[in-house]
């Protein structure tokens, strides 16, 4: 009982983040244009990092324009998430 308490809490700690976005760091964008960029690709060993059924080709950090709303990412497993309207999202959580 005492380790599924300690295992609870810790995925408790785990998705309470400053901003509220699980699987990214979110910052509003200076234009109120949409940015996307991944900054953690999952161990970089789980064969082509994909967005939404397309190949990601800039390096790890970069971003680039995207639009709002649901996308989906794989690496080895595939996440939704969702992309809020004028903000720079830098994916960098791949946990459950």
């Known amino acids: 009982m005492k380790y599924l308490f300690i295992i609870l809490l810790s995925l408790i700690l ?16 200076t234009n109120g244009k949409t940015y996307f960029g991944v900054i953690d690709d999952n ?10 059924g397309k190949p ?15 996308h ?6 595939s996440i939704s998430f969702t992309v809020p309207e004028g903000v720079i999202f830098k994916f960098d959580y791949w946990g459950p």
């Open 72 to 77: 989906t990412i794989h690496c080895g497993v």
């Open 43 to 52: 161990g970089g060993e789980c064969g082509p990092l994909l967005l939404d």
């Open 14 to 29: 785990v998705a309470c983040n400053g901003d509220n976005y699980l699987r990214g760091e979110v910052k509003p964008s």
């Open 56 to 70: 990601w080709s800039l390096a790890l950090g970069e971003i680039t324009e995207i639009e709002a709303g649901e």
